[in-house]
Each structure stands twice: as structure tokens, then as C-alpha cells.
């Protein structure tokens, strides 16, 4: 009887450690369930860069980074750099078609699409990179018209390099006087109206031309910022540089709408926290990192600096003028608040220049 009762007590041991276990089990097969719910995601980069610059390397490689591990290696990312999968233009309808799921390039390639980003190329604004980009998010931000430009995509980052200067191989430049005739290479059809209106002649060239164009004469002078003195060797050529941030050159980093759409309420979260305005200075500060070498690189050569401020800017503000106020015409007259932008770009110049004085 006894040899009975144990046997059935040993059962009943036995029996309660085989429903815990199966309980156990259960858990976690519900947890594994959960996690199953979360997708994953390996998204298309696409950008004009080379894959060894500064802007996949330390900042989209970095947000891939971020990404990755915030979401337990459920998202990655796939980089297709130097226009693998599309020219410099195409990169933005990419990211609309969902070529790519992100894309990076120049506003500037896709000529009369973001009439209101283009503020960012007006002269005397953008007074380095970081903070010509912190004024363009901060307006991205506050302008609804900004917005819906963007409207078929999902920003993550837009951003500016450095502003643009004047430099020379023969020809001193301190006047818009001293302008006047000159073959200039031009960045934009901004930068073309800028040249136009100081009396010279605009050439429209890929950065890679410039060089040996200046060496052999075939242009006079080229604005360009301060980092293809360094990257481009431009240094080698250059005698004079004008400095009076003449413009900028913005760029936009974008996800597919659909991309954006696919993710989770979490992910679409942990994505956002990632991106904005931090990101976007973080992304300027790179060119203002390499603008500081060339300018450095150049003076070490020999160049000489003309630093327009004070009463030397005056007579170029004076002669740029008109332009300003027909960028602000013709937006008024497409219906937007161009106004209101300018007035708040030049705001945010100053606020962050007292900023950093302070």
C-alpha cells in the first residue's frame, strides 16, 4: 500500500513538471509569435557620393547603425553609392517609385522641383554648412508649403554644404567691379543669376572640369565652397579667394513613402528619433570639417584671402540685391509665402551667429 501511494505521488511530481514545462513552452512560443509580428526590412541606399565619403561613412552607415540595433537587427541597410542605380537627378524620383527605399543627392539636379528650398541658395545667408542646414530643417519645419514640396516622400535629413566663394587663378577679386567680364563657373541656375548679376559670364561645368579649366584659362574664376580646395586639389590652382558666402548648395536624404508606410507604428518611432535637425547639422559639419583643410591647404600655397565684411561687403550686397527681391516676387507670385521664408532664413542667420558669439 505504502509502494502504491508513492508510485502515485511520483506520478503526480511528474505530472506537475511536465504542465509547467509545457506552460513554459507556451510562453515562449507566444513571445516568439510577438517578435514574428515585427518585419524585417533590408532597405536600398542610393546616393551620387562615392561609397568612401564622409556622408555614407560616418552618417548614413551610422544612421544603419542606430537603426539596426534599436530594432534587434530586424532593419538594415544596403548601399549602392557613386549613382549605381541612377544618375545624380534621378535619385529623388527613385525614392518616390521605391527604386529605392532611400536616396540622397542635390536639390540643385532637379532644377524648379523645391522652388522654396532654393532660398538656401540665396546670397549672404548660409554662413557654414552646419548652420546653412539647421535653418533648412528649422524652415522644413515651420513652413507647411516646405513640407508638401516633400510630400511624396518621408525626409529623414535635409542638409546644405558649405557656402560658396569665388576663387581665381589670375584675377583679384574685391569689387563687383572686378567681376565684371569674367568667365565664371557656376553651381546652379542660382548661382547663374548671382554671376549674371555681377556682370560676368556664368559656365556651367561638372566639379571635375574646373581644375584644368582654371589652369588653362578657360575660366577665369569658379565658385565653389572651401572643400574642393581640398578634395578637388583646386588649391593648386587657385592664387585668390573671395569670401562672402555667395550661396549653398542643400541637399535632401528621403525614404520611400511606401518604405515608410511598411513599418511598424514602433519602427516608423525609433526611425524618426533618429533623424531631423541633429542629423542634418551632423551631415553639414563634415563639409565644414574638410572646408577648414582646404582653406588651410590654400593660404599654406600661397593664395591670397579677401574677406568681404563690413563696408567691403556693402557694394555687393548692393549689387545682389535686385536678385533677392525677384526670388521673392516670382514665389509670391506662384502663390507662396516667400517673404515670410526670406525673413525667417535671415532670422535664423542671426541667431545662430549670436549663438555661437555667445
Not at 510630400?151 to 565684371?180: G, N, R, V, W
Not at 525609433?270 to 563634415?286: M, P, R, V
Amino acid at each position: 500500500m505504502q509502494i502504491s501511494n508513492i508510485k502515485n505521488r511520483v506520478l503526480l511530481i511528474i505530472l506537475l513538471f511536465f504542465i509547467l514545462f509545457l506552460a513554459a513552452c507556451n510562453d515562449s512560443w507566444a513571445v516568439e509569435s510577438e517578435n514574428s509580428d515585427e518585419e524585417t526590412h533590408n532597405l536600398i541606399v542610393s546616393h551620387f557620393q562615392p561609397g568612401n565619403h564622409p556622408i555614407q561613412t560616418n552618417i548614413l552607415e551610422g544612421l544603419a547603425s542606430d537603426l539596426n540595433e534599436q530594432t534587434d537587427g530586424r532593419i538594415d541597410m544596403e548601399f549602392y553609392p557613386s549613382n549605381t542605380l541612377g544618375d545624380a537627378g534621378s535619385q529623388y524620383d527613385m525614392a518616390v517609385t521605391r527604386e529605392a527605399d532611400i536616396a540622397l543627392s542635390v536639390y540643385g539636379y532637379s532644377s524648379g522641383r523645391f522652388p522654396l528650398v532654393t532660398v538656401m541658395e540665396l546670397p549672404f545667408l548660409a554662413e557654414s554648412a552646419e548652420h546653412a542646414s539647421e535653418i533648412l530643417m528649422t524652415l522644413y519645419e515651420e513652413f507647411p508649403e516646405m513640407q508638401e514640396e516633400h510630400a511624396d516622400t518621408h525626409p529623414l535629413f535635409l542638409f546644405s554644404a558649405e557656402p560658396a566663394q569665388i576663387i581665381s587663378k589670375d584675377f583679384k577679386i574685391e569689387t563687383p567691379d572686378d567681376m565684371k567680364g569674367l568667365r565664371v563657373r557656376s553651381p546652379s541656375q542660382m548661382g547663374n543669376d548671382i554671376i549674371e548679376a555681377l556682370g560676368a559670364t556664368p559656365i556651367s561645368m561638372p566639379m571635375g572640369d574646373v581644375y584644368e579649366s582654371l589652369e588653362r584659362g578657360v575660366i577665369d574664376a569658379a565658385v565653389v565652397p572651401f572643400e574642393t580646395l581640398y578634395n578637388y586639389s583646386f588649391h593648386e590652382v587657385t592664387n585668390y579667394i573671395t569670401i562672402g558666402d555667395f550661396s549653398a548648395t542643400p541637399f535632401f536624404s528621403v525614404m520611400s513613402e511606401k518604405t515608410y508606410e511598411d513599418f511598424s507604428e514602433a519602427d516608423q518611432q525609433t526611425l524618426d528619433n533618429l533623424i531631423g535637425k541633429d542629423l542634418a547639422k551632423e551631415a553639414g559639419s563634415i563639409y565644414d570639417a574638410d572646408g577648414e583643410i582646404g582653406l588651410e591647404t590654400a593660404i599654406e600655397n600661397g593664395a591670397e584671402v579677401i574677406e568681404l565684411e563690413g563696408d567691403a561687403l556693402i557694394p555687393w550686397e548692393e549689387a545682389l540685391e535686385p536678385m533677392v527681391n525677384e526670388w521673392i516676387e516670382q514665389r509670391t507670385e506662384e502663390g507662396y509665402p516667400a517673404q515670410e521664408i526670406y525673413d525667417r532664413a535671415m532670422e535664423l542667420k542671426e541667431e545662430l551667429s549670436d549663438r555661437e558669439e555667445d
